[in-house]
């Protein structure tokens, strides 16, 4: 897959870029909904004998368009989603930085620019998607804008239990603690990654070593809790217990910062410095203060037993 990243106004020609089936929206998480209208594109692609491409867009456009300062927790890093859309077969992937000049284009002068200029002969979104100025430019209207050089597919309204498969809904999930559902909309766990840095070490001094998580800068931690999870290490994946939270029975509550501790199973390396991705498998129980050390231990084992089950299934 061929990565572009496009600053407006970009300097693309058409003949840059053999025809092209694009597929458009922000797709952070690459969930269910996202595949369907990537897959749409891929199909239209190889059906008619030409090149599939996804555009994206980044930052999200609520941090540029948002009054009030904006900080998205975001599913999937910018990187994590070149590599899922890279997955699913796609030959072109272009990532517009967006940008106040970017969002002031009129939906016509979008379409031109980013669609007829850069060789879309079939264009594919979703129900909801809006380009253009204000979002004024809708996929009911995207067939006036093509102007004639190109088609246009629409994807209906993806659903789970008859409520849509969104990117918000997602996030509500994940919020709420409840990364197992999370994850059936997302086709896979939900992942971060981030560095291992130095913590108290506490967990060492009890049994129970733990890794010390700085979770990249964006990406959307769980609500606090306990969680069983996985956690890659150098290219290999091991089981382990994590606990994202305040850590109440040392700290006090009003100066503690959140933390992501994770205790691996089986695992004795020192990773000080190592880049490693979580996934958030399902939470065991809400974070608690505790009356002891004992009392912490005995619960830890407890957490570890219930996160081994869990990962068994």
């Known amino acids: 897959m061929k990565v572009y990243t496009l600053h407006h106004p970009h300097e693309m020609k058409q003949e840059d870029f ?31 004998g030409i090149k599939s491409a996804v555009m994206t867009f980044d930052p999200h456009p609520s941090v540029v368009l948002s009054a009030k300062k904006s900080s998205v927790q975001y599913l999937s890093s910018l990187d994590q989603k070149i590599k899922k859309i890279e ?3 796609v030959d072109y992937l272009l990532v517009v930085r967006f940008t106040s000049a970017f969002a002031s284009l009129e939906p016509q002068e979008f379409v031109d620019q980013y ?9 594919t979104a979703g129900f909801d998607y809006s380009y253009g100025k204000f979002g004024r430019g809708k996929m009911e209207t995207l067939p006036f804008h093509a102007r004639g050089k ?12 008859n409520e849509k498969i969104s990117s918000t809904r997602i996030r509500e999930l994940l919020s709420q603690g409840q990364p197992g559902k999370a994850a059936r909309l997302l086709g ?10 130095h913590g108290e070490k506490r967990g060492r001094k009890i049994g129970f070593p733990t890794a010390n998580i700085d979770i990249e800068n964006g990406l959307l931690i769980p609500s606090p ?8 290490v ?12 305040y850590k109440p029975t040392f700290n006090d509550p009003d ?6 501790e994770v205790h691996l199973f089986e695992f004795n390396d020192s990773i000080y410095g190592e880049n490693v991705r979580v996934q958030w498998i399902e939470r065991i129980r809400s974070e608690k203060k505790f009356n002891g050390i004992d009392e912490l231990i005995a619960q830890i084992e407890k957490d570890k037993d219930s996160a081994i089950e869990i990962l068994k299934r």
């Open 87 to 89: 997955a699913l077969g």
């Open 234 to 245: 150098n290219h290999t994946w091991y089981d382990g217990v994590c606990n994202v939270g």
């Open 225 to 232: 809790g306990v969680y069983a999870v996985k956690m890659n």
């Open 115 to 123: 669609l007829i200029g850069l060789n879309a002969v079939h264009v």
């Open 255 to 260: 100066q503690a910062q959140l933390s992501v």
């Open 150 to 161: 190109f088609t246009s597919t629409t994807v209906e309204k993806q659903t789970d239990e």
């Open 188 to 197: 896979m766990p939900h992942e971060t990654e981030g560095l291992v840095v």
């Open 18 to 48: 053999p025809p092209i089936s694009i597929a458009l929206g922000f797709f952070d998480g690459v969930h269910l909904g996202h595949r369907k209208v990537i897959q749409k594109a891929i199909d239209y692609a190889k059906e008619n």
